[in-house]
């Protein structure tokens, strides 16, 4: 599926009832394109037999992580989020990637440094709290930041 913003791709393995399914969702660092690309994610997962619960924190990760991927990126229209999600019977696994914005590297080194830290996010502290929504509601994540782009995989295992 293709429009002005966002461009999508999905596959299967052949359509096996226990192989995975992946989409692929590409699109300009716009924060009004990540309710659609966040509400897609929710319904691909429910098309993949995961519960509404589980659906909806499917959703809100993939809605913090592109929010992240639009505020720490590069703006404009050459620049762009790719939000990949593969679904199967026991796991979604989740990878954002954005093109790094050079003055604002420092700072997200300095958020996700925290991360690892027993209550890395401060009463006053206004930054940083997403990521420890995130790592609530998965199973594991993983950010990898360069010059060249950020990029964030998340698998949250299907609960029940």
């Known amino acids: 599926m293709k429009n002005d913003n966002l461009v999508t791709e999905t596959s299967s393995d052949g359509g096996s009832a226990e192989g995975a399914k992946a989409i692929t969702v590409t699109f300009p660092p716009f924060l009004k394109l990540v309710p ?54 026991e796991k979604a696994d989740i990878s954002v990637t954005n093109q790094s914005d050079p003055k604002k590297v420092a700072v997200l080194k300095e958020l996700v440094g925290r991360i690892g830290q027993a209550n890395h996010v401060g009463n006053d502290d206004r930054r940083g709290r997403g990521l420890a929504l995130i790592r609530m509601l998965s199973s594991n994540m993983d950010v990898n930041i360069t010059d060249h782009g950020t990029s964030v995989h998340v698998t949250k295992l299907r609960e029940g």
Not at 42 to 58: E, H, M, P, Q, V
Not at 61 to 75: F, K, L, R, T
């Open 36 to 89: 659609p690309v966040r509400q897609l994610a929710s319904r691909f997962a429910r098309l993949g037999g995961y519960s509404t619960k589980d659906a909806f924190r499917i959703e809100t990760i993939v809605d913090e992580v592109c929010n992240n991927a639009v505020d720490h990126g590069q703006s404009g229209v050459e620049s762009k989020v790719e939000m990949h999600m593969a679904v199967d019977r």
